[in-house]
């Protein structure tokens, strides 16, 4: 199992730009989430899926979106970049669709935003 | 709001010795709380749970406390070693997770 993988690892971006940071596991998981790190801040949750085709919004919102059509993927898209954006993301997975288990984190993606 | 802490500070702790790693909460009442290591550069790496029930946790080293009413849980890891300094984060889980800042922590040889 590769467990949880993250593309690309690093990404640096002009103002206005989109993109999509793929994120994909393979253990079968049901809950997945996306988190971004900032010195001082910790990990703040951005979106999360209890399932194929169920999304919610974490803490931090505002400026992604997400999508899960399959169990495997949840891509975290940013729409129109901008530099506050600029941060560590990781993506993370958990057997059931609860977050009573533990969670598998992914290698992460650094994002910067010119 | 719902809101954790964990020592701000870094901890320095001498080889062999226990440390002991905090993690106070409000506003909140978690279903389960869970500890995480973070190596630098690298995503964080799970290492324990504790449910709402549960007054101690054991694994190897490691030992977990969580007490719901002074909303507190205490991380120790006894005989450290160099290899374990680490930033150690602890998250609380309920409809959702949230995690502390972590606290970095420094075994001294």
């Known amino acids: 199992n590769a467990g949880v993988t993250q593309t690309p690892k690093f990404q640096v971006l002009k103002t206005g730009q989109s993109m999509t940071l793929q994120c994909a596991q393979d253990?079968?998981?049901?809950?997945m989430s996306w988190y971004r790190q900032d010195p001082g801040m910790g990990l703040r949750l951005i979106h999360y899926?209890?399932?194929?085709?169920?999304?919610d919004q974490g803490e931090v919102p505002n400026g992604y979106n997400v999508s899960r059509s399959t169990t495997e993927d949840f891509p975290l898209r940013l729409l129109s970049a901008a530099p506050s954006q600029t941060s560590v993301y990781f993506c993370?997975?958990?057997?059931?669709?609860?977050?009573?288990?533990?969670?598998?984190f992914g290698p992460g993606t650094r994002l910067t935003v010119l | 709001s719902q809101k954790i802490e964990q020592n701000s500070e870094a901890l320095n702790i001498q080889e062999g010795k226990t440390a002991t790693l905090t993690c106070n909460y409000t506003n909140y009442s978690p279903a389960y709380l869970q500890w995480y290591r973070q190596d630098p550069g690298r995503g964080p790496v799970f290492l324990l749970l504790i449910r709402e029930n549960e007054k101690e946790k054991r694994k190897e080293r490691l030992k977990v406390t969580f007490d719901t009413t002074l909303k507190q849980s205490l991380f120790h890891i006894t005989a450290s070693q160099p290899a374990d300094s680490a930033t150690y984060l602890c998250?609380?889980?309920?409809?959702?997770?949230?995690f502390g800042k972590g606290t970095r922590l420094h075994i001294l040889p």
């Open positions: 998250a609380l889980a309920g409809d959702k997770i949230i």
């Open positions: 993370a997975s958990s057997p059931t669709g609860t977050t009573m288990n533990e969670q598998f």
């Open positions: 253990m079968n998981h049901e809950y």
């Open positions: 899926s209890v399932g194929a085709g169920i999304t």
